[in-house]
């Protein structure tokens, strides 16, 4: 199914979009960078355990649905962004996610009948699979491709630095993921 539906999806027969979140903090995601022999790049970081979480719906034509959310992510979130999300929908969409507890959790699988007949079909990826979520890939860019440095100076850069991205993704900021 999961080689199947994209290219079902392809051919307009139903969208498919890929589900998850990230959580994005005033530590940078910094792998390394080069300097001048002798000086030491500093990035100032801040002790604050704030964070700023983006739950998001990704196709492969780079549509992108995002959630910005500060504070915790439980199930309620989760719910909410799926409820808009199905409410959205104009053909049958299939919508891949990880098994993580919040989008399996009690209070969440009632809700998934409803979502059926909204035309909004869930499909659990396998576990430890986050190569098959192709959202994945949008946040490993976020992190540690197009987010500026100037982006952990303060919370409120940080917002605007993930807002704008997410407001230019499918025009300036694009993956071009390959059909296998």
Avoid at 15 to 44: H, K, M, R
Avoid at 102 to 116: N, T, Y
Avoid at 131 to 139: F, P, Q
Wanted: charged fraction near 15%; aromatic fraction near 14%; proline fraction near 7%.
């Amino acid at each position: 199914m999961i080689e199947h539906l994209p290219i079902r999806a392809m051919h307009g027969e139903c969208d498919v979009w890929y589900f998850d979140g990230s959580g994005f903090c005033l530590t940078p995601s910094i792998p390394y960078a080069w300097q001048p022999i002798g000086s030491v790049i500093e990035v100032p970081t801040s002790t604050h355990n704030q964070r700023i979480n983006v739950l998001g719906f990704l196709t492969r034509r780079n549509a992108l649905v995002p959630y910005v959310i500060e504070g915790h992510v439980d199930t309620a979130v989760v719910i909410a962004c799926f409820e808009q999300f199905s409410q959205q929908l104009n053909k049958r969409a299939y919508v891949f996610l990880d098994n993580a507890s919040v989008q399996k959790s009690r209070e969440c699988i009632p809700h998934i009948p409803q979502w059926v007949q909204r035309g909004l079909i869930i499909k659990y990826l396998p576990p430890y699979s986050p190569e098959l979520n192709l959202i994945e890939i949008l946040w490993r860019f976020m992190k540690y491709y197009w987010m500026p440095f100037s982006a952990y100076m303060s919370l409120q850069c940080l917002r605007q630095s993930i807002e704008d991205i997410l407001q230019r993704f499918g025009t300036d900021y694009t993956i071009a993921f390959e059909m296998k």
